[in-house]
């Protein structure tokens, strides 16, 4: 087995100096404020239009360090949310269009009928 003179039995102790232990908690404290990054920007992503969602990617992408990484998702955080579909705002506006003409409709309606019950009430009372 490689290592097994590292092995006590219940743990592998692996000599290194400090200078290397110093490096390697730095690259594992990288990597964990890299990976709530990711989850932010993630989170951010359904709230970007195409455009910044494919600059997000891409400076992610391109970013060497946890430095440039945070750059990339501080623009992600400011930038605007995408903007309505414009099918579907159209589609909503006419919804709201039909809406509002059948209610106008309904009250034309509900006024002839209330109107012709009076005038037929009227002329049974009379």
Request: proline fraction near 2%.
């Amino acid at each position: 087995m490689p290592g097994a003179q590292y092995y006590d039995g219940k743990k592998l102790n692996i000599p290194i100096s400090n200078e290397a232990a110093v490096q390697l908690i730095e690259r594992w404290i990288h990597q964990g404020i890299s990976s709530m990054m990711s989850c932010i920007a993630t989170q951010r992503l359904s709230k970007l239009n195409e455009y910044e969602r494919n600059r997000l990617q891409k400076c992610s992408q391109g970013a060497q360090d946890i430095y440039e990484q945070a750059r990339c998702v501080v623009r992600a955080i400011d930038a605007k949310p995408k903007q309505m579909d414009s099918t579907r705002s159209i589609v909503s506006r006419f919804r709201t269009h039909l809406r509002q003409l059948l209610m106008q409709l309904f009250t034309l309606l509900m006024e002839d009928i209330i109107t012709s019950i009076l005038k037929t009430c009227i002329g049974c009372i009379v």
